[in-house]
């Protein structure tokens, strides 16, 4: 039960210091970046949902 929490945390911290590194662009380059990370992140959960319904049939 300890070792779920210390992983339920760990996520949480990440979430948060993800969405205050989303929060404070500062120059052209870093929207830029942030938005192909962000792509990224939708094709990774993308793909992740299509192998799961694919192995769920």
Do not use: W
């Not at 990440?14 to 938005?35: C, Q």
């Amino acid at each position: 039960m300890c070792e779920e929490n210390s992983i339920l945390h760990k996520i949480k911290q990440f979430l948060e210091a993800f969405s205050e590194f989303l929060g404070r662009p500062k120059t052209v380059f870093d929207i830029k970046d942030r938005m192909q990370l962000l792509l990224m992140l939708a094709a990774v959960i993308a793909v992740l949902e299509y192998c799961l319904y694919y192995l769920g049939q």
